[in-house]
């Protein structure tokens, strides 16, 4: 692989109780990007409860897997690699001899995380990953569930309980009924769910993630991405019940998830389960983040931990994509001028999501104009971002579609306006229509739009041209300003300074 220019990736090796993962990024970043992702089901943690031992079969495919990996990130010239262990290796009386042979064929040193520790991380990544989270994030393994408290940047102490799908199938010896009663007991004194009542529970880990891609399919649910999925508790109750009750091949969409997993799928929804019967969340949030991206979250400075994750992961969008990466700013700062002068107010979260969407303007100018609407609403639904939302995924997807495609276009992508708000879908074609007086008037370069503001009032939308920018006026200009103000229900004039 070529090296980018002025980055230096990392990677992660974990080795888990029931597979074996290396992740590469392109860098360290507050919003990393995965370059390469592969795992090995391994079930290193398989009959660990019964017998105390790493299972022989699992302990080969482990160092196999690891010697590949060693290789790999020598293909791609990755120096710094990080590798930890958790709770299968941490258990087993065997695991101080496989860690041995582990570091002879990862080559490098492997930390033996505590559960506590495992915890700690977990927190981190969801930190790092979804904007202001409230609640208590769960990380289901192989051999163990994590629980720790998280509000805002604080996090509470974690714990460890033995209920990984492979420690409690092996536990209850395959008994679904069994394994609820071992969960119940095991959770009926964890700490961080006592306050839980009316708060979101971030699932983290594989097992759960199936459950809820499994949940997406049956809904039929407009958008692909894992991450900030959320299920109401309800119906989330509902859902965990029939999972338990009747054979994994028989659910709809079962193709969606791995052969290794499929045998887990009742065990992690005996958990979910018993978590939602005795802490009573709000809601079930998917965190495709966990520990992997926290001690990458753990190596940043104060500042850049501050960063917002998702304008920091659309200005790399911009960077890469956008003919002129720094316009994606001065849109920002133009269009909140004229917000700010408008009747449409805006919270926190809608500036922040109109800042990424002016970020994001410009990265599908290199495809056919039939197909950039498609292609920036792909960018925006599919891409690997964080912070964000569901319903904020939808609203800067269809903002881009309104942007390229006209402020008609919303028939076709019905789907996504489901997501939506009638707030969020005015607010989303307003910034289209914005988009599209910026665009004309500046061609995506930076340097015009500071000199040409754009504002509302005594019932007029006013974009203002400086005498030496009078030439950029045209009647395609006033016709998309034109159609911006019957948006808002104000005239649109051009007035040019003499």
Known sequence: MTEPQGKTPVAIVDIGSNSVRLVA????????????????????GKGVVVNGRLAEDGVAKALKAL???????????IAD?????????????????????????????IALLSGGREAELSALGVLSSIHNPDGVVGDLGGGSLELIDVAGARRGKGVTLPLGGLALMDASKRSPRDASRIARKALADAAPLAQLRGRAFYAVGGTWRALAKLHMRQRNYPLDVMHNYRIQTSEAADFLALVERIDSAALDDISSVSMARRPLLAYGAVVLDEIIRRAKPKEIVVSAAGVREGLLYER???????????????RDHARLLARAPAYGDELAQWTGAFMGSSELDETTEEKRLRHAGCLL????WRAHPDYR????TNIVTHGAFVGVDHPGRAFLALAMVFRHQGLESEQEYA????????????????????????????????GVLPTTPLRCGAGRLTLT????????GSDRLLNRLKALGRLLGLEAVVETKR
């Open 25 to 44: 990024y392109e860098q360290l970043s507050r919003a990393p990007t995965p370059i390469f992702n592969e795992k090995a089901m391994c079930a290193l």
């Open 361 to 364: 303007s410009d990265v599908a």
């Open 373 to 376: 609407a498609l292609q920036a």
């Open 81 to 109: 690699v990080t590798v930890i262990a958790t709770a299968a290796a941490r258990d087993a009386a065997n695991g101080p001899a496989f860690l041995d042979a582990a570091r002879a064929a990862i080559g490098r040193d």
């Open 465 to 472: 041209l400086p005498a030496a920018r009078a030439d950029l």
């Open 415 to 446: 789907a996504l306006r489901s997501l939506l708000t009638t707030r969020q879908l005015i607010r989303a074609r307003v910034l289209a229509a914005a988009m599209r007086v910026a665009y004309l008037l500046s061609a995506s370069m930076p």
């Open 300 to 314: 940043l400075s104060v500042a850049e931990r501050a960063a917002d994750p998702l304008l920091s992961a659309a």
């Open 67 to 77: 010697k590949r990996f060693r290789a790999l990130c020598d293909t791609m010239h």
